[in-house]
Each structure stands twice: as structure tokens, then as C-alpha cells.
């Protein structure tokens, strides 16, 4: 079966540098969300869109900015990196089923700013 | 995760039965997960609970949900060393919804 895809897997940026992270989700899921998790700590929420608009906002930094295309795969954009946001940033996606129980996770793009 | 609490650690000896124990604050919460990381790896589902049960059993796991006092339990029967990973409790309000997480529970198994 299909999962999620996150492009690319690891990526090594400068302080200061932009970087880009992709994810598509699974077909037919309207749903995405992007979580970020540091070092030794527990994942946390950062934005969600639900059929290319907005739908819920956390954490997220005004450096960094999201958006939801047509085909429903995401982006995320970071400007302006610092060293603290090394990290590894996980997308899932869902459908708004009210049977569907699970948020699926895709493997995650380890970013690491030096 | 500030709205749901677990212990840090956890050590049990291979054979024995595991037991993470979680409190979350969100007493609207319909989803109770919980999700399995090992180093360097991304999140597995393991099991989920809605809040209108109390218990679930999945082969060698075990949820116990008792909504009263807000708290979720993963019991793990017969540990194995493949078993040694961070524990995450997590709770989601709807379908529609972001996912909380707990801080993770490391459990290492000793021989």
C-alpha cells in the first residue's frame, strides 16, 4: 500500500540558508499536517491544511511558511535556518472519514543546520 | 508534550510484561494512541483506543483506558529486546484534528 512520501530524507543546510521539504501524502487523503521533533524531545505540531487551505496552526515560526498545492502534496518552507531547527520534521496525512482513526506518518527529513 | 504526561523511563527484564503509563488533560479527546520510535526512525502506530472503550488487547499488547482519571496504559507482555524503543502516548480530539503527544517513554530491556 502506498504511505506517505518526504522528500528528500536527509538535508545539511548553513545558518541562514532556506530549505525546502516536500510531502505527498497518501492518494485520496484531503489532510496533511507537518510535526517538528528535536533532539530527545516528543513530536510537535506546526500546521495542517485540509484541501489546500489552512486548517490548524501550532508552533510554527514566522521564518517558516506552508502551503497545500492541487495535487495535495505540501511543502515547507524555511528561511533564515538557525542552529535550533536541526531536527527531523515528519508530514502525515488523513482523511476527514470520521472512520478514519489513523494520521499515517511518513519516514521523516532529518534537517541538520550547522 | 504538556497536555500528556509520561515517566521518562522504563527498564524490565527480557520475558517479563512492560507498563507505560500516560495521563492526558483533554477530557474531549476521541483518539488515544499509542506510537513506537526506535533510534533514529520515524513514528509506528502501534494501537489506538477510542474513549468510549475501556480496554483493548492486540496480540502481546494490552490498552487500558480509564477515562475518569485520564490516564492510558500500554502493557507489553513478554518484552523482547526488539521491543527496546521510545514509547509515545498521544491523544487527537477528532478526525479532523492535530495529534498531542506525550514527552515518550525510553524502555530498555535487560537481559
Known amino acids: 500500500a502506498a504511505g506517505v512520501i518526504q522528500s528528500p530524507r536527509h538535508l545539511i543546510k548553513e545558518k541562514r540558508e532556506t530549505a525546502t521539504l516536500k510531502c505527498y501524502p497518501i492518494?485520496?487523503?484531503?489532510?496533511v499536517y507537518w510535526y517538528q521533533q528535536g533532539p530527545g524531545q516528543d513530536p510537535q505540531f506546526l500546521i495542517s491544511?485540509?484541501?489546500?487551505?489552512?486548517?490548524d496552526k501550532g508552533s510554527i515560526p514566522d521564518r517558516f511558511s506552508a502551503q497545500q498545492f492541487s495535487d495535495y502534496h505540501s511543502e515547507l518552507n524555511m528561511s533564515s535556518l538557525e542552529l535550533g531547527d536541526s531536527a527531523l520534521y515528519f508530514c502525515?496525512?488523513?482523511?476527514?472519514?470520521?472512520?478514519?482513526?489513523?494520521?499515517?506518518f511518513g519516514p521523516g527529513t532529518r534537517l541538520t543546520v550547522t | 508534550g504538556e497536555d500528556v504526561e509520561q515517566s521518562l523511563f522504563l527498564s524490565v527484564r527480557e520475558g517479563d510484561s512492560s507498563v507505560i503509563n500516560c495521563t492526558y488533560t483533554d477530557s474531549s479527546s476521541t483518539y488515544l494512541y499509542w506510537y513506537k520510535q526506535e533510534p533514529g526512525a520515524g513514528l509506528q502506530l502501534l494501537t489506538y483506543i477510542f474513549s468510549n472503550m475501556d480496554m483493548k488487547q492486540d496480540q502481546r499488547l494490552t490498552v487500558l483506558l480509564n477515562k475518569k482519571d485520564k490516564h492510558l496504559s500500554l502493557r507489553i507482555a513478554d518484552t523482547q529486546t526488539g521491543d527496546s524503543a521510545i514509547y509515545f502516548c498521544?491523544?487527537?480530539?477528532?478526525?479532523?484534528?492535530?495529534?498531542?503527544f506525550g514527552s515518550g517513554t525510553r524502555l530498555s530491556i535487560r537481559p
Open positions: 492518494p485520496r487523503h484531503d489532510t
Open positions: 491544511f485540509y484541501e489546500k487551505m489552512q486548517s
Open positions: 498521544a491523544e487527537r480530539y477528532s478526525s479532523a484534528s492535530k495529534i498531542i
Open positions: 502525515a496525512s488523513s482523511t476527514r472519514d470520521r472512520s478514519s482513526y489513523e494520521q499515517y
